[in-house]
T-cell receptor
Framework: SQQGEEDPQALSIQEGENATMNCSYK?????LQWYRQNSGRGLVHLIL?????REKHSGRLRVTLDTSKKSSSLLITASRAADTASYFC???????????FGAGTTVTVRA | DARVTQTPRHKVTEMGQEVTMRCQPI?????VFWYRQTMMQGLELLAY????????DSGMPKDRFSAEMPDATLATLKIQPSEPRDSAVYFC??????????FGPGTRLTVL
């Protein structure tokens, strides 16, 4: 069963707008990671946030983590057509570094 | 630019045939993962290795799937016999303990 669930399932925005997607999970985590998958490609790691961190930035990406609510959000600012992809959250709940992936949010950025 | 490589990229086979997928992890990474991705089930972890030793293969149908790491540069996933329900994209990923995972491009398997 999947540990994380992304919301929304799909998102369509205009180029230049911000995109926000959320991830909720069920059990305590060591860290939470966000990955991007372009159509027909493998997953690419975007950002890792540890359980003792609340916010992280990487370029146009901002990730927040609220362990009390067991949720995380990924914000993409000033979106570009190249940001069109599926975005997955993945949780590391064990000390074995296995990741449990959610079903993903499909983001479409319209030019 | 180190990458995980997978072969073949595409495989079409008939039900009952043996399928072998190969993965070359990034040099120096001590953990290798095999995932399967389908529209219905999403991304599922099949098995993973650390320092070439299998740690968990509970996600894998044991009667037909097997995963091995003959050496540090090669991981294999074998299906024998294959069935139409095995049609999926199979990803290999590698990483270091506590680090992110680096995914290969995947093998798209179609079993007719």
């Amino acid at each position: 069963s999947q540990q994380g669930e992304e919301d929304p399932q799909a998102l369509s925005i205009q180029e230049g707008e911000n995109a926000t997607m959320n991830c909720s999970y069920k059990t305590s985590i060591n860290n939470l990671q966000w990955y991007r998958q372009n159509s027909g490609r493998g997953l690419v790691h975007l950002i890792l946030i540890r359980s003792n961190e609340r916010e992280k930035h990487s370029g146009r990406l901002r990730v927040t983590l609220d362990t009390s609510k067991k949720s995380s959000s990924l914000l993409i600012t000033a979106s570009r057509a190249a940001d069109t992809a599926s975005y997955f959250c993945a949780t590391d709940i064990s000390n074995d570094y296995k990741l449990s992936f959610g079903a993903g949010t499909t983001v479409t950025v319209r030019a | 630019d180190a990458r995980v490589t997978q072969t073949p990229r595409h495989k079409v086979t008939e039900m009952g045939q043996e399928v072998t997928m190969r993965c070359q992890p990034i040099l120096g990474h001590n953990t290798v993962f095999w995932y399967r991705q389908t529209m219905m089930q999403g991304l599922e972890l099949l098995a993973y290795f650390r320092n070439r030793a299998p740690l968990d293969d509970s996600g894998m149908p044991k009667d037909r799937f097997s995963a091995e790491m003959p050496d540090a540069t090669l991981a294999t996933l074998k299906i024998q016999p294959s069935e139409p329900r095995d049609s999926a994209v199979y990803f290999c990923a590698s990483g270091q303990q506590g680090d992110t995972q680096y995914f290969g491009p995947g093998t798209r398997l179609t079993v007719l």
